[in-house]
């Protein structure tokens, strides 16, 4: 998972918490500071995205935007806070794809992502490539596939446990495909790109920016990007459709959400300070230099896509027969 270096961190720590640049009327919203739960560790991606949010909305909303880190559960303990908070719109969640895939393979999770939120955005997205080990004699997703049919259920792929992303990416491969992979957990996913490089696993679904060093060291192998446009961190990988395998737009995501019940004039008001945040120079420079990019979608559509995302998804566990 990428990292941001401690003084970008705490740049934007403290703009996060920045004094408010406009009052606004008694009564109206924001008069007080925003809390926004972010469900992993400083340095992670949900928490780089949040506050990067929280800079830029902060200092359009005329409110301290405060980051509060709850980690656990792939998310799940900070979207289970949010879900049982006030519906005033003081206090958000970031909710990355991570944490919606894990509802799915976890379904007794104390919230559910349709009925207990409002959304309000889609923040930023980031590109996933699919690496193999360069001492493979692959060099292509074509290459790869013909590997897997010769050894059905032998050759392994690196997740970071099932219903992670790198799993459901490479199991959404594996039916696309027609072949038969051995997932193996790790801890996180350098672990994954260690075991990668010494050839005890073939294949892994990464973050694009993750792993650029050691893809221009020729420690990792590129085949293709998961997504329906190529890269501008690797223009000359196809994506999976050139590849041969269509269909296969998985970026990685980080969305805003509101406790369910939160007034629409809040949610746009939230919305319309987080399309304009995250795409000031400064908030875009400092997601482009973790491989991320903003996006543009209010509540409505984001709603939409949060649905969309969960029966596909939701199709992939069951076809692959994902369990805990």
């Not at 980690?71 to 979207?79: E, T, V």
Request: aromatic content about 6%.
């Amino acid at each position: 998972m990428p990292n941001i270096d401690r003084r970008s961190l705490s740049l934007l720590g403290l703009g996060a918490m920045a004094s408010p640049l406009r009052a606004f009327a008694q009564g109206t919203y924001p008069s007080r500071p925003i809390h926004v739960a972010v469900g992993f560790t400083a340095g992670a991606s949900s928490d780089i995205v949040a506050r990067i949010f929280a800079n830029g909305a902060g200092q359009i909303l005329g409110q301290n935007v405060v980051v509060d880190n709850k980690p656990g559960a792939a998310g799940s303990i900070a979207a289970g806070y949010v879900a049982h908070a006030a519906n005033d719109g003081y206090e958000l969640f970031v909710c990355p794809l991570s944490t919606l895939t894990n509802k799915i393979v976890h379904p007794d999770e104390p919230f559910d992502l349709v009925k207990d939120f409002t959304p309000v955005a889609l923040l930023a997205t980031g590109a996933i490539v699919m690496v193999v080990d360069p001492k493979l004699d692959v060099h292509s997703v074509a290459d790869f596939t013909a590997l897997a049919k010769s050894k059905p259920g032998q050759v392994l792929f690196g997740s970071v446990g099932p219903g992670s992303l790198p799993d459901l990416c490479g199991e959404l491969y594996a039916l696309r495909a027609g072949v038969k992979l051995v997932q193996v957990p790790y801890p996180g996913s350098p672990q994954v790109i260690i075991d990668l490089m010494a050839g005890r696993v073939a294949m892994n679904f990464a973050i694009a920016s993750s792993v650029l060093g050691q893809i221009a060291a020729g420690q990792v192998r590129p085949l293709a990007i998961a997504a329906d446009k190529r890269s501008d961190l690797l223009p000359n990988v196809p994506t999976m459709a050139e590849a041969g395998i269509p269909d296969f737009n998985t970026p990685l995501w980080f969305g805003l959400v509101a406790p369910v019940g939160t007034p629409r004039p809040v949610i746009d008001k939230i919305a319309a300070a987080a399309r304009k945040g995250m795409h000031t120079p400064e908030s875009v420079a400092l997601l482009h230099k973790q491989g991320f990019v903003p996006e543009d979608m209010g509540p409505d559509q984001f709603g939409t896509f949060i649905k969309s995302e969960i029966a596909r998804w939701s199709a992939v566990v069951k076809a692959a027969g994902i369990k805990t």
